[in-house]
């Protein structure tokens, strides 16, 4: 597999696992299909979410991933500004949609949001207070680290500005440095990506004692139920990748309810990059909508077939 094919894998997961799980959302696991029912149809019958939302339709995880993948090709590098007039743009006019409508947004995002609007400096607009730490960061952060080319100290700072923009607290900050690195080291065919990206974000941590101690909250024992809170998500898309491949990770990630969309498109994106494009089931690709934009950044990031 090239690495080519493992990053249009890591952007195609995302976007595959947002729509996905989108009517599915809100829901307890309880009230869920059976996992292998899981489909972007849901079966007749079910209570859908986001009624009357297109099959195949990403939301604010997918919109948000997009704008900041413009962004990093665009300015050739994080630009805090350029980022949050994207967000701006996708708020207000649909921008990175699939079809023109902002929807599913988070009470933390739409603050900063609200921020940003007014005029306040991009870096300045996240919440850092305790409660301030939902996945609305998390999940949009991989096209970040399929990008790019500094060292991993580089990585792990611009996955924290990025954060920043909405959600400024330094747990929130950890998770998205983590996440990136433990991409890159996937992406670098490592032995034991995770422990390997553990051990990194570590050592770069050693002299920032806020951001340390907020690591090892990360790794701390925890039992994922599949809500919107920062730990959660990233410990439920941890265990959903125990599945043996892409359709059954992603699933996983539905299974646990409630947050399902963020769910798996964070778990989505990791498994897109271990199995490839090729991995994501052909009618699960067929079915998403938008793709002419995608392929349109993927062009300018130059990650061709």
Same mark, same amino acid.
């Given at each position: 597999?090239?690495?080519?094919? !493992?990053?249009?894998?890591?952007?195609?997961?995302?976007? @595959?696992?947002?729509?996905?799980?989108?009517?599915?959302?809100?829901?307890?696991?309880?009230?869920?299909?059976?996992?292998?029912?899981?489909?972007?149809?849901?079966?007749?019958?079910? =209570?859908?979410? +986001?009624?009357?939302?297109?099959?195949?339709?990403?939301?604010?995880?997918?919109?948000?991933?997009?704008?900041?993948?413009?962004?990093?090709?665009?300015?050739?590098?994080?630009?805090?500004? +350029?980022?949050?007039? =994207?967000?701006?743009?996708?708020?207000?006019?649909?921008?990175?949609?699939?079809?023109?409508?902002?929807?599913?947004?988070?009470?933390?995002?739409?603050?900063?949001?609200?921020?940003?609007?007014?005029? @306040?400096?991009?870096?300045?607009?996240?919440?850092?207070?305790?409660?301030?730490?939902? =996945?609305?960061?998390?999940?949009?952060?991989?096209?970040?680290?399929?990008? +790019?080319?500094?060292?991993?100290?580089?990585?792990?700072?611009?996955?924290?500005?990025?954060?920043?923009?909405?959600?400024?607290?330094?747990?929130?900050?950890?998770?998205?440095?983590?996440?990136?690195?433990?991409?890159?080291?996937?992406?670098?065919?490592?032995?034991?990506?995770? =422990?390997?990206? @553990?051990?990194?974000?570590?050592?770069?941590?050693? +002299?920032?004692?806020?951001?340390?101690?907020?690591?090892?909250?990360?790794?701390?024992?925890?039992?994922?139920?599949?809500?919107?809170?920062?730990?959660?998500?990233?410990?439920?898309? !941890?265990?959903?990748?125990?599945?043996?491949?892409?359709?059954?990770?992603?699933?996983?990630? @539905?299974?646990?309810?409630?947050?399902?969309?963020?769910?798996?498109?964070?778990?989505?994106?990791?498994a897109g990059l271990r199995h490839g494009e090729a991995g994501i089931p052909q009618a699960w690709r067929d079915q998403l909508q938008g793709r002419d934009q995608v392929e349109a950044l993927c062009s300018l990031a130059?990650?061709?077939p």
């Open positions: 597999m090239t690495r080519t094919e !493992r990053i249009r894998g890591g952007l195609y997961g995302l976007l @595959v696992g947002d729509a996905l799980g989108v009517p599915y959302e809100f829901h307890d696991p309880s009230n869920l299909p059976d996992r292998d029912d899981i489909d972007m149809v849901p079966p007749e019958g079910f =209570n859908r979410s +986001h009624r009357g939302t297109p099959v195949g339709t990403w939301s604010d995880d997918g919109a948000q991933a997009l704008a900041l993948l413009d962004t990093v090709v665009s300015c050739e590098g994080f630009d805090a500004a +350029h980022f949050g007039a =994207n967000l701006v743009a996708w708020w207000n006019e649909g921008a990175f949609t699939p079809d023109g409508r902002a929807f599913d947004i988070g009470n933390q995002t739409t603050t900063a949001l609200e921020k940003l609007e007014a005029g @306040v400096p991009a870096l300045q607009a996240g919440g850092g207070g305790e409660r301030d730490n939902g =996945n609305g960061s998390l999940m949009r952060v991989l096209p970040l680290a399929l990008w +790019h080319t500094g060292d991993d100290g580089e990585l792990v700072r611009d996955a924290q500005l990025q954060s920043r923009v909405t959600h400024a607290h330094p747990r929130s900050q950890a998770c998205c440095a983590l996440y990136c690195l433990w991409a890159r080291r996937i992406l670098d065919e490592a032995d034991d990506p995770w =422990n390997d990206a @553990v051990d990194t974000l570590a050592a770069i941590y050693e +002299h920032a004692p806020a951001h340390r101690a907020e690591l090892e909250r990360v790794l701390q024992p925890y039992v994922p139920r599949g809500t919107g809170y920062v730990l959660d998500c990233l410990h439920s898309a !941890r265990v959903a990748l125990r599945g043996p491949d892409y359709a059954a990770i992603v699933r996983r990630a @539905v299974a646990f309810g409630l947050d399902t969309d963020t769910t798996a498109a964070v778990a989505g994106g990791i130059g990650w061709v």
